[in-house]
């Protein structure tokens, strides 16, 4: 497929807007880049930012996100090194879509768990009204 001249089209098995939606749609990655949206931060402080993530991860995670063109790692010739991960032109246009995103989930979080809730006491109910007696 030539990835140029073809229109993109994520139900497209082929197409690389797959990839791409599966970078964003990576709950580490969207997770930085919203951790990013203020300015430059070192590894320390993403890692403190963005919580349970292993160093491993979050190293995978930013490599990922600089190779896509989404962040920008910079190195300071400095003792101790210092490095600093920031977003890229191209990483800030996924602040608007992801901010809103975020919007929704903290919205609508408590509808979610309240079905997550009825529909789990659904299948125990159904579990239990099965069994031979």
Do not use: H
């Amino acid at each position: 497929m030539d990835t140029m001249s073809a229109p993109a089209n994520i139900f497209d098995p082929a197409c690389p807007s797959r990839v791409v939606f599966a970078r964003i749609g990576d709950k580490w990655a969207s997770l930085v880049i919203q951790v990013l949206a203020d300015g430059p931060l070192r590894f320390s402080q993403l890692k403190s930012m963005v919580s349970v993530v292993t160093p491993k991860v979050l190293t995978q995670t930013l490599r990922a996100l600089e190779r896509d063109g989404l962040l920008k790692r910079t190195v300071f010739a400095q003792v101790p090194p210092r490095v600093d991960y920031e977003l890229t032109p191209l990483g800030a246009t996924l602040l608007e879509p992801l901010a809103a995103l975020r919007a929704w989930a903290e919205s609508n979080v408590p509808a979610m768990l309240i079905a997550r809730d009825e529909y789990d006491d659904a299948q125990d109910e159904a579990l239990l009204t099965s069994q031979p007696k």
